[in-house]
């Protein structure tokens, strides 16, 4: 519950999490199969999440004598998904205690990021995600006053946050939700193209990709990917260009090999990657 409320605050900060809260962090949990619930409360942010078909392997809350602070694992979980409590002395040593367990979900009122107090902990911040305002209390016909976010917090992390707002997700509680994805090279939420098996959320974010798959790949090395220019590289036994979508035919008479893109489209526009393994006449 915010700092702005005008009913009279819980014992322990218990308010139990509605699915309204949860709908928007349903893109983010691609991947992920388990999860813990250090702060449980009655289980209502477990049964939401374990509802998507995920497995919670931890959960505990400090009302039933399981102090969060007091264990070193939850269960192993890959990722730790809570409602805090927001008393920022409490908030403050439970994120550091949670992301040096596992990379970790919490729901925050949205105005602790522009807090003095946060600035310490938004380098490890990977994600904000908007939800709106929330209603904390059951059958109440009023939502809370402050914004809330779900914080994503990785010791692994020093870059800072990627903001997602309210326009990049769908309506709280919508199942369309559901079809939203995170992408590969950007890690913004977008919704499927048509083929359900798009990993980003353009053909731009996907040449991006591309390029780093180059770069990193043991075999090839940094290509040029500008359409006019052809670049070559040859390491060991294996030479690699980029060719015009029209040549492609030509260079596959001739032996070469089109590397497959990505995601099982073309690798965009102009260019086509394409690869042959070197005869001992073509070796230098």
Known sequence: MGKRSSFERREADFYPTPWAAVAPLIPYLRGIHTFAEPCAGDGDLVRHVESLGLRCVYSGDIRHGQDALGLDHYGGAQVIITNPPWSRDVLHRLITHFQNIAPTWLLLDADWAQTKQAAPFLPSCSHIVAIGRV??????????????????????????????????????????????????????????????????????????AYRRRLVASPHLEALSVT??????????????????????????????????????????????????????????
């Open 135 to 208: 209603k904390w209390i059951e059958g109440s016909k009023h939502t809370g006053k402050d914004n809330a976010c779900w914080y994503r917090f990785d010791s692994n992390h020093v870059a800072g946050p990627v903001f997602h707002g309210r326009d990049q997700i769908t309506d709280q509680g919508s199942i369309r939700s559901l079809k939203r994805r995170i992408c590969e090279q950007c890690g913004k939420a977008y919704e499927r193209w048509q083929r359900s098996s798009s990993r980003f959320c353009s053909p731009a974010c996907k040449q991006q």
């Open 227 to 284: 359409p006019a220019v052809t670049s070559i590289s040859s390491i060991g036994d294996e030479e690699s260009r980029y060719v015009r979508h029209t040549d492609v035919a030509r260079y596959k008479a001739e032996g070469w090999e089109l590397l497959p893109a990505l995601d099982g489209t073309h690798h965009g526009e102009y260019s086509a990657l394409m690869r042959r393994r070197l005869s001992t006449e073509f070796k230098r």
